[in-house]
C-alpha cells in the first residue's frame, strides 16, 4: 500500500515566524514555508502571495508611522547633541550664565562652572564633554536604525526590503517592549507590535 505524500506549509500569516517570512522575501527562498512534505512551487507561490496581502493588509501604513516616530527621536538627539557640543565649544573660552545653565539642564549635571578657578572650570567642560558622548552613542544607533527604514520608505515601489530594514524595526520594537525581540517571532504577533507602537506614537503626538 503506497502512503500518502501529506504535505504542510505555512499558507497564512498567524504563524509564520518572522525569520522565515525574511528569508522568503529577502531572499526569495520560497521553500522556508515549508514544514513537512514537498509541496509544489505553484503551491508555494500561492501561499506566498496569499502571505504578503495579509501582512500589506495588516501593516497598512503603520511602517510609515514608525518612521516618522524615529525621524523625531533623531532630530531630538541631533539638536541636543548639537546644542551641548557648541555650548561647551565656547564655554571652554568664556563663561555664559545663560549656556552654563543649559548644559547643566540638558546633560542633568550640577557644574560650578566657576571662571575664577580655571582648573576645576575645565575639567568640569571636560567632564561634560565626556558625558555627552552618550548622546552621540545614542544618536550613532538611532540615526541606523532610522536609516534602514527611511530607504524602504523611499525606495520605489517593489524595492525589495534588506535584512537591515528588519532588524531596525525589531530593535525599535525591542526599546519600546524595554527586552529583545526575536526574529523568531510569529509575523501577526510582528503586524500587532508595530500597529501598537503607532498607536502610542499616535497617543504621544494628540496629548502634545
Request: net charge neutral.
Amino acid at each position: 500500500m503506497q502512503l500518502e505524500n501529506k504535505t504542510h506549509y505555512h499558507q497564512r500569516i498567524h504563524d509564520l515566524p518572522l525569520d522565515r517570512f525574511i528569508e522568503c522575501l529577502v531572499d526569495g527562498n520560497l521553500a522556508r514555508l515549508i514544514i513537512s512534505g514537498i509541496p509544489s512551487e505553484e503551491q508555494l507561490s500561492t501561499a506566498w502571495e496569499l502571505i504578503l496581502g495579509e501582512y500589506s493588509e495588516l501593516i497598512g501604513n503603520q511602517e510609515f508611522r514608525m518612521y516618522k516616530e524615529l525621524f523625531r527621536e533623531v532630530s531630538i538627539l541631533k539638536i541636543t547633541l548639537d546644542q551641548i557640543t557648541i555650548s561647551l565649544s565656547v564655554l571652554q573660552v568664556i563663561y555664559d550664565p545663560f549656556l552654563a545653565a543649559e548644559v547643566n539642564k540638558l546633560l542633568n549635571t550640577n557644574c560650578k562652572f566657576d571662571w575664577a578657578d580655571q582648573n576645576a572650570y575645565q575639567a568640569e567642560c571636560i567632564n561634560c564633554l565626556n558625558r555627552s558622548k552618550s548622546y552621540k552613542m545614542r544618536y550613532d544607533l538611532k540615526i541606523i536604525q532610522f536609516e534602514a527604514i527611511q530607504k524602504k520608505n523611499q525606495d520605489k515601489p517593489g524595492t525589495k526590503m534588506d535584512r537591515q530594514y528588519f532588524t531596525s524595526i525589531l530593535i525599535t520594537l525591542s526599546d519600546h517592549a524595554k527586552y529583545r525581540i526575536e526574529e523568531t517571532i510569529k509575523m501577526s504577533e510582528y503586524c500587532e507590535r508595530i500597529k501598537r507602537f503607532s498607536d502610542y506614537c499616535e497617543q504621544l503626538k494628540n496629548r502634545k
